[in-house]
């Protein structure tokens, strides 16, 4: 066999072996959870395991009250319940009310024992009890039914229709649609102005905001969010007067003034984000994106942030939860042959401590190992040149 022959065909075998060696360490990346990367802002405190419902398991909206976190998943259709152990979170007790149709977003009317979930593929609201986790009604709405609040001033249900670019008003006690407000684009997630009693709604194709009266069911004002592209997660500091949503096209947080309606500052954060809360208390904001990694940031003013740490955690996990109680961050893991979890955070004192530097959790220590040595095979192959290829050929 010519010699250039030969040496093209321990090439292809070179790159063959590379490539499968990539594959196998995305699997086992993909399946394999690891450990959140150490912080010096942020304790991990373990995994709540959840159900396994199938080969893939996608988890949406988390959502806490008095102790108590609901999680959906996006691609059973189920709805977990997970009873807290305040101080042992991965002993926390689940239970499971199956579904048809991707879950999204849950209200809770805890003082009445009955709650909501949205259900984007059946296009429905179903009504169930809490406690029991037994189903209880459904309501038909428009298309894709996707986040949803519980607003008691206003007596109100309030489901954001994305596909169908309306918003859909329930009464909780009558369990029937009321009305529905027109919106100019495509609705992501609803935040409630606690002071003003407005509610407002990012549009994500558009990149806007648009701020509702509850009381007139109708659009009263409507603001470019830009520099953001694509809004998702938003969370308001109803005190200091100030929005917070996170763009999901450009990795951006940006900081809308509720008084000036305008943009006042943005932060890079992780890439694909979806979600945002706010810690009133600590002044800190959280927000979990697709890349796999959950962003802290420090409110030192109105007007006045930084970035405090980047934690690895795991690709996918894009969407989190705070309990204001105990200002634990909740972030919800997928999965691949695994079952599901959700991973527990607990804030630290550090708050004045320079950005940390993240020890890579234990995936990602073996990614990084398996790049050197592929650096190193690349560099041994025998690569023909252009002249030996085509004489092989």
Not at 87 to 94: E, F, G, M
Not at 294 to 300: G, N, P, R, S
Not at 302 to 330: K, Q
Not at 364 to 385: N, Y
């Amino acid at each position: 066999m010519n010699r250039s022959v030969k040496r093209h065909l321990r090439t292809t075998a070179a790159f063959a072996t590379v490539i499968v060696l990539c594959l196998a360490v995305a699997g086992a990346y993909l399946i394999c959870p690891g450990t959140p990367g150490k912080s010096k802002f942020m304790k991990f405190e373990g995994y709540i395991e959840l159900p396994k419902g199938g080969s893939l398991n996608v988890l949406d909206y988390l959502t806490i009250s008095d102790g108590t976190l609901f999680v959906t998943s996006e691609s059973s259709g189920a709805l977990f319940k997970v009873n807290l152990d305040p101080n042992h979170p991965s002993l926390s007790t689940v239970s499971e009310l199956p579904g048809s149709g991707a879950a999204h977003g849950v209200a809770l009317m805890m003082d009445h024992n009955v709650a909501f979930v949205t259900r984007s593929e059946e296009n429905t609201v179903d009504v169930f009890d809490p406690t029991s986790l037994r189903q209880l009604a459904r309501i038909p709405v428009a298309d894709d039914a996707d986040a949803i609040l519980y607003l008691p001033s206003a007596k109100l249900v309030y489901v954001a229709n994305g596909d169908a670019r309306i918003a859909t008003l329930i009464d909780p006690e009558k369990r029937i649609t009321v009305g529905t407000v027109t919106l100019p684009g495509r609705p992501e997630f609803p935040a409630f102005d606690s002071r003003t009693g407005l509610l407002y709604q990012n549009l994500e194709d558009i990149d806007s905001l648009v701020s509702i009266d509850l009381g007139e069911w109708a659009v009263t004002g409507q603001w470019s969010l830009a520099p953001c592209e694509g809004p998702s997660g938003m969370a308001i500091d109803s005190e200091q007067r100030r929005l917070f949503a996170v763009c999901s096209r450009n990795a951006t947080l940006v900081v809308f003034d509720l008084e000036s309606h305008q943009v006042i500052t943005s932060l890079k954060v992780v890439g694909g984000p979806d979600s945002v809360a706010f810690d009133g208390s600590l002044h800190r904001i959280y927000c979990a994106g697709k890349a796999g990694r959950l962003t802290v940031i420090q409110q030192d003013g109105p007007n006045a942030y930084r970035v405090l740490d980047e934690i690895h955690t795991h690709y996918g996990a894009h969407t989190l939860a705070l309990d204001p109680a105990s200002h634990r961050v909740f972030v919800a893991y997928a999965s691949l042959f695994a079952k599901p979890r959700i991973a527990v955070f607990s804030p630290t004192t550090a708050n004045e401590v320079q950005k940390s530097t993240v020890e890579r959790p234990s995936y990602a220590r073996t990614l990084w190992s398996t790049i050197q040595i592929l650096r190193l095979i690349l560099k041994r192959l025998p690569i023909a040149e252009p002249g030996c290829i085509a004489e092989a050929s």
